[in-house]
């Protein structure tokens, strides 16, 4: 084996000295290398395996980007469609992170008990980091299933209307925490609430309350009427961002959003 590489490793040393001192025959030289390359690997197929395991770091960096690249581009196809409708929700008594006039303005949908939303959350705070200013945050609530997280959504609305800061700190601990949020339930939920600075009678009356309902009704009925079915997903200016993106996506298609501002 150890002697194949080394041919291997001659054979394309010396197709590279060929080019360098015969550019003329330079396409020739490298027709009949591929060539001998073909024979050897159709002999020694073998010998693709130990490249790739030998490389296997390298393989799975050209594979990601590959698939990035494929994700990138089916991405800018979709924001092309998005950007021609305009994306009506409704925003009113919401918490908001940055300045109401952002250039680009991020609406999630979104699970406290969802792992994929537990890593969106990290990337979007990445985000909020380095645009500062020119990017704002609004949570819609999107509780998939019946259980600790329509509660957990009940909670951060009732919170927000009395203290947003309080309702982003919930947001991050629940966020930060989701394992104990999803094996402890509302005992870490009623945990994280005692820490906080608000009138705890004023939120367990609020979070039973109709006006809370209401408001994750209309989370509930914007997410239909968008089409979103699954968490997370985001608004941004009118770009749709399905799925917990890499920061890299992310971040191109924050970078695209900034081209089509919203409305006023």
Not at 52 to 81: F, H, M, P, T, Y
Not at 187 to 204: A, E, F, T, W
Request: hydrophobic share 40%.
């Amino acid at each position: 084996m150890k002697g194949r590489l080394q041919l291997l490793a001659l054979m394309l040393a010396a197709a590279l000295c060929w080019g360098e001192s015969a550019p003329v025959r330079a396409a020739e030289n490298n027709d009949a290398l591929a060539r001998q390359l073909q024979e050897i690997f159709r002999a020694h197929p073998e010998l693709v395996l130990d490249v790739l395991r030998n490389n296997s770091e390298a393989v799975l960096d050209i594979a990601q980007q590959g698939a990035n690249a494929r994700r990138k581009s089916a991405l800018e196809r979709q924001w092309k469609q998005d950007a021609a409708v305009e994306k009506d929700m409704k925003l009113e008594n919401r918490p908001m992170r940055g300045p109401a006039n952002a250039k680009v303005r991020i609406v999630a949908f979104s699970d406290f008990t969802c792992h994929f939303c537990q890593q969106a959350a990290a990337t979007v705070e990445s985000i909020l980091k380095e645009y500062g200013d020119g990017v704002s945050l609004v949570f819609k609530n999107l509780p998939l299933s019946e259980g600790v997280g329509v509660t957990a959504a009940q909670y951060f609305v009732a919170l927000s209307l009395q203290d947003e800061d309080a309702a982003w700190t919930f947001y991050k601990k629940l966020f930060q925490n989701r394992d104990r949020l999803v094996s402890e339930g509302e005992d870490y939920i009623k945990s994280v609430v005692d820490d906080l600075k608000i009138d705890k009678r004023r939120l367990d009356k609020d979070r039973r309350s109709k006006r809370v309902a209401e408001i994750l009704k209309e989370d509930q009925e914007d997410a239909q009427k968008l089409g979103i079915d699954g968490t997370p997903c985001f608004v941004v200016n009118n770009l749709m961002v399905r799925g917990a993106l890499p920061l890299d996506l992310f971040k191109y298609a924050v970078d695209t959003a900034k081209t089509m501002p919203l409305k006023k």
